[in-house]
């Protein structure tokens, strides 16, 4: 099997980047780290060695014109793969259009439940004993794309939004990594 090409996207400390490249071999390789802001994961990239790309998303007053810089940016890696990793925001038509199906999203909460930027606050504060992350292909909805493959977390009585996250994000890193080395990663596992 060829070696997949992936494009990780990423807003934050990249913690699921890192474990992405870290996991890269014979399925995929990673051949490109694009951000929307400056943020730790630049640096991630940096340090493996794999190429950066920031599109900058408060530098646009257009979104449209933003996702057309993304859709290039994208376009430009030819990526059999876009993972978007703790990448926050809302991807548009041209992104989607061009890409759509091949685009995994990984989310901190066991959708449908808990959609949005603040799942494990809202998963928290609604009380739940069990949580945990999905994989999920994007569509233009806001984590509504179709399901490929989940884990559980239980919430302890005493966690904090910071330490049940951080539970999370230990099952969804192997969870993002899973899911790239199986057969075919779009589809149901
Ligand atoms: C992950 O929990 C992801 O699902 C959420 O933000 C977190 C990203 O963590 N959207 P990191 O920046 O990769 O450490």
Known sequence: MASRRVVVM???TGSLAEAII??????YEVVALIVDRDCRALEVAQVSGVASVAVIYKEY??????N???RDALRSFQPD????????RILGAPVLEEFGGRIINTHPALLPAFKGAHAVR???EHGVRITG???H????????GRIIAQVAVPVALDDTEESLHERIKVQERALIVRVLNSSDPVAAQ
Request: overall charge negative.
């Open 10 to 12: 990423a807003s934050g």
């Open 133 to 135: 992350s999905t994989v």
């Open 68 to 70: 057309c810089d993304l």
């Open 122 to 124: 809202d998963a928290l």
């Open 61 to 66: 007053a257009d979104r449209e014109q933003w």
């Open 22 to 27: 870290a996991a890269a071999g014979e399925a």
């Open 81 to 88: 793969y876009i993972v978007s990793a703790g990448f926050m």
């Open 137 to 144: 292909v994007v569509d233009a909805g806001v984590d509504t």
